[in-house]
């Protein structure tokens, strides 16, 4: 019996074993037929080509965004992948050694590194990417001449920005998607560049944005932006000047700025709209909304007299002393000569004839703590305080009434400023003229759209009376013009320490705010600098570059000087004649020109100018600057 159940458990044990192993080998055969199939099919996968991303003809049209003229700010225009398919030249040296050897000068990279990339590819490999249409059509027809089939080229809708960093914050960038990613360029995404209908096979045509702005008074503008912050090595620079009746921007001004065409190589700093995405302390500039709103309110008359002694004192009923230094001992003041001093005292004092909540509703009612709604993406709305708020303090009413404990946007202070220059209606901002369709009809044409009253045309008329004697006596005296008069407001700001805390003792934004002409006002004008070395003070470094910009402002526009019979002004900006252009040593500078001032070059019998297209001159070739040889040809493409 014993014997017997040794037997039988023995060969169960044998049996368990050998199912046991016959598992295990077919679950080992399974695993090799799954990794056998996987090489199957990835060999099978590795002999084909890799064939480029077919891109068929745009469905939509990308509209253009001109200048308040016409004048071409950004446009479309075509760029091209270049790529070769592999297979159809892997096995042949010395072809692959002749193409790379030929195309890589074309190209301007190295030939090694042609030769490197198709032999690193088993089917589709890009050579260069986003090569211009002047670049394309040479290249396309080498390959074609030299029977190069396996070069393949892919048509990739882009932008050209031709005046490149020119209001480049306003006008924004467009990525590869054909999106855009900034400024006007993104907020009007839909007007540019409509969503195409899924039942049409119709090119959707995107609508033309005609920018308030004014091209040529951007570029004058800038210039002395730029002169600016080389002389004052400031870290930033804002300047807006703005129609005052009708709210539409004519300049625009945010550096650093970048070169839209070279978008992805700038730096972060350059990429920041100041004047919308910022928000600072205003400091002395504020001063004169202070007045206006205390002044509405029949806290302050002309007449009445406050005395600065250097500081603003006021004790609380718990026995503490707030204390608001001012830079001089400038005696007894009217409101008037407040301002003209910019006394800090007298504001302070001025600040103690209004209660905290209706001064805060007053400062909100002129647009304060809120978007102005301009047509650019980010704009900040500031901030200011509410008196329930904890960081509300006795201190807080005299301190907002100076410019500090207040954070606003550029955009905000001219808007608010435009009540002042408006007998006291403020204008909703604005940077779009009209908009149109492709054929040139009318899609929308911009209104003066007026916002609530926010002082009476008596307090409107009183700010702009003491603006202009700060102008004519007191701290803006370097902006006085003479023959024209100016009302004007500088302010210098301590900014925040940020390692610190509290105030930098070397950080400060100077500014100056601008109405003229003071007899019938037209313009608003804004000038920030921030963090200049050496010298500060508004009055001192901004107050002169109102002048000089108001100077260009005045004579582009042709307002009237001195008693001078008044020249209207249409707001056609007249642009430069053919006449203009002139070939000499080198080549000049053809984009943004039109085909009406080329026509007149086709006369040149020493050079060959090739006109493509219609519109304006989007591409050129050879680049400015190029030396210019006899039978020279020029390839314009316009757009």
Known sequence: MKKAYIFIFGWKNFLNGFFKIKQLVFFFICCGLCVLAILVRYAKLSMQPVTPISQNKPVVERGSIVDRSGFPLAVQTNF?????????????????????????????????????????????????????????????????????????????????????????????????????????????????????????????????????????????????????????????????????????????????SVDLNEYGSSSERARIDLPSMTMYEPGSVFKIFTVGIVYDEHGISPNNSFLCDGMYERRLSNGETIRIRCLEHHGWCTPKEGLM??????????????????????????????????????????????????????????????????????????????????????????????????????????????????????????????????????????????????????GTAQMADKVNGGYSDTDFLSSCMAIFPVEDPEIVLYIVVEKAKGETYGGRIVAPVIGEAADVIIDHLGMSRGGAASLEHDGVIKLNSSSNIVIGKTVPNFLGKSKKDLLPLMERTDIKLNINGSGWVVSQSPEAGSPVTENMVIELNLE
Not at 92 to 97: A, G, H, R, T, V
Not at 402 to 407: D, M, N, Y
């Open 341 to 490: 001093y910019s006394c800090n005292d007298v504001l302070g004092q001025i600040s103690d004839r209004i209660g905290e909540d209706r001064f805060i509703e007053r400062i909100r009612l002129l647009g304060f703590g809120q978007k102005t709604g301009v047509e650019l993406p980010g704009e900040t709305p500031g901030s200011v305080k509410d008196t329930t708020s904890p960081l509300w303090s006795a201190r807080s009413k005299p301190t907002i009434a100076i410019g500090q404990e207040i954070s606003v946007s550029a955009l905000q202070m001219v808007q608010a400023a435009t009540a002042i220059a408006n007998d006291g209606v403020p204008v909703k901002l604005t940077f779009i003229h009209k908009i149109t369709n492709k054929d040139g009809t009318i899609y929308y044409e911009h209104k003066p759209e007026e916002k609530a009253r926010v002082f009476s045309k008596n307090t409107a008329d009183y700010i702009l009376s003491c603006m202009e004697t700060v102008a004519k006596e007191g701290t803006g005296h370097r902006a006085n013009l003479g023959d024209i008069a100016i009302g004007v407001k500088t």
């Open 80 to 256: 091209y992948h270049v790529g070769v398919s592999v297979k159809n030249i892997r096995d042949n040296e010395k072809l692959k050694e002749k193409f790379s050897r030929d195309i890589a000068p074309r190209l301007g990279i190295e030939e090694v590194n042609v030769l490197n990339a198709i032999n690193n590819s088993r089917g589709f490999t890009y050579l260069k990417k986003k090569i211009s249409q002047t670049e394309y059509e040479s290249l396309k027809e080498f390959t074609d001449e030299h029977n190069y089939n396996f070069v393949s080229y892919e048509k990739i809708p882009g932008r050209n920005y031709p005046n490149h960093a020119l209001a480049s914050q306003l006008i924004g960038y467009m990525g590869d998607d054909g999106k855009g990613l900034a400024g006007i360029e993104f907020s009007q995404q839909q007007i540019l560049s409509p969503t195409p209908r899924e039942d049409s096979d119709e090119v959707e045509q995107g609508k033309n944005i005609f920018l308030s702005i004014d091209a040529n008074l951007q570029y004058k503008l800038e210039q002395i932006c730029h002169r600016v912050m080389n002389e004052t090595q400031a870290e930033g620079m804002m300047l807006l000047a703005a129609d005052s009746n009708t709210g539409e921007l004519l300049s625009y001004i945010s550096l650093p």
